[in-house]
């Protein structure tokens, strides 16, 4: 086989590659065997036609696209491992001569990873937030687990912030019912916004037994940029009661018999917590001032297919097709800068980082580890798992050479970050939503309290992977 590489531009090239008609031997047998098992030919078998009677019948031009098809792929690759291009998305493939019993010829134009020298890293500075927490931050975490044991009363008032409502909930288009926006006796803490925008307005102010309208206009979905009307009616306004915080509600919330101790615990969790952030935030603006150092051009047809993907069904307006497009140029960037990092530093993958990868990962995608592992092999994406995984040691490499400060100038070691997560405190701002990044949590209950235990979150360490 021979093949030559002809480059079209700093990211896309074209590889001619002539293919001895030899080559094609077992493929030609295949191909007759699937022919031979496809046709029915009076007086012969199923799978036991001569290859001359497939020539006769058939024609012989079927049987050599057939073998020429199965043979492609795997010449195709041999020739991108003999060119030391790095091929980004699928080939346009096209046969430009097929002599019978002499060779194939083939071109294949596809995007590939530019040349470009990776500038010197080492030393890069990067500021993050720092780890201390702040008196009103230990406040916070200690007012958000005092609501959950506080209790509730019934009143004949108007509803203003903190109030827990009790509400039934009605969507409708052109009077027709929104399934998916109609519920009942549903509990609500007014002020946190973390129902359908417009809807904290619309109800406070009001009381029980009152009903209140407003419009909505969905972002995604069947009803994308349709205004809708929905029909808010309250059943019931709560107001909540919040625990003293003195020693006895340290006692029952807690395993400690005094305040002062829960609260010098509460700080050391958030100090453990934003610690581990620091590493996260790190991680990020030391990729970002990496990337700042190095321009280089993007395959934009490989830009161009991932939007079409990804807006093929129409959804979007310009500006989030502009944000779209600015976050793939980023990713595709930063994975060709750190695949060269990792090609200068000779990194590789071992078997126990895969593994932890995949138990990191599969999670997300509802899967246990093993089975995870079964639906990457069987889409071939295992190549895709390895070069994660490669992408976060180039990472960790780059960050293990930068110096990291807080704002207030104090020095970061990164290193002490390394062991086993610590036990945070719950982040309040998230309280009730779901985060692919803070997974495995696990709740226990305290004397059956509707509430959840400000202890045992378990975090992971996030290394960066694009």
């Known amino acids: 086989m021979k093949s030559d590489v002809e480059t079209l531009s700093p990211t896309r090239v074209k590889l001619t590659v002539e293919v001895p008609f030899d080559e094609l031997g ?3 047998d295949s191909a007759y065997k699937r022919i031979g098992s496809q ?3 009076p007086g012969f078998r199923k799978g036991r036609v001569p290859a001359r009677i497939i020539d006769q019948r058939i024609g012989r031009a079927a049987v050599l696209e057939e073998a020429v098809n199965e043979t492609l792929p795997r010449v195709y690759d041999e020739a991108i491992r003999s060119s030391g291009v790095y091929p980004i998305g699928q080939p346009e493939v096209d046969v430009q001569e097929l002599r019978d019993g002499e060779l194939v010829t083939f071109t294949a134009e596809v995007d590939v990873r530019p040349e470009f020298d990776v500038p010197d890293y080492a030393g890069l500075r990067v500021e993050v ?5 702040s008196d009103d931050d230990v406040e916070q975490q200690l007012t958000s687990l005092r609501s959950r044991f506080g209790s509730y009363t019934t009143v004949e008032r108007a509803a203003q912030d903190g109030d827990v409502l009790l509400v039934d909930i009605t969507g409708s288009r052109d009077g027709e019912p929104v399934e998916d926006l109609t519920a009942s006796a549903m509990s609500y803490e007014l002020g946190t916004d973390g129902m359908l925008p417009g809807f904290d307005e619309a109800v406070r102010g009001a009381s029980a037994e009152e009903t209140r309208t407003f419009d909505f206009v969905p972002e995604a979905g069947e009803f994308e940029g349709v205004t809708l009307d929905v029909q808010v009616s309250v059943k019931a306004v709560r107001e909540r009661h919040l625990p003293e915080p003195d020693d006895a509600f340290a006692a029952l919330a807690s395993e400690f018999d005094t305040m002062e101790e829960l609260r010098t615990d509460v700080r050391e969790r958030l100090a453990r917590m934003r610690r581990m952030e620091q590493g996260g935030e790190a991680q990020t603006k030391v ?3 990496l990337l700042a150092l190095i321009d280089i051009p993007l395959p934009e047809a490989a830009i161009a297919a991932e939007l079409q993907e990804h807006f093929a069904d129409g959804h979007g307006d310009d500006d989030h097709r502009a944000e779209y497009e600015g976050t793939a140029r980023r990713s ?11 090609d200068k530093e000779q990194l590789a993958v071992s078997e ?3 593994s932890a990868w995949l138990v990191q990962q599969a999670p997300r995608y509802q899967m246990e580890p093993d089975a995870f592992a079964q639906a990457l092999v069987q889409s071939g994406q295992v190549p895709m798992a390895i070069a994660d995984v490669r992408r976060g040691k180039a990472l960790a490499a780059v960050v293990e050479t930068a110096t990291v400060v807080d704002t207030n100038g104090v020095a970061v070691d990164l290193a002490a970050l390394r062991p086993a997560p610590m036990v945070p405190v719950e982040n309040d701002d998230h309280e009730g939503h779901d985060h692919e990044d803070h997974e495995g949590h696990d709740h226990e209950d305290h004397e059956g309290h509707d509430h959840e235990d400000h202890e045992g979150h378990d975090h992971e360490d996030h290394e960066g992977h694009d």
Do not use: G, M
């Not at 937030?129 to 927490?133: E, K, L, Q, S, Y």
């Open 39 to 41: 046709v029915t030919i």
């Open 129 to 133: 937030a720092p780890a201390d927490p």
């Open 332 to 342: 595709l960037k930063s994975q060709f800068v750190l695949d060269k990092i990792a």
């Open 26 to 28: 077992d493929s030609l």
């Open 352 to 354: 126990a980082e895969l």
């Open 287 to 289: 990729l970002e001032a």
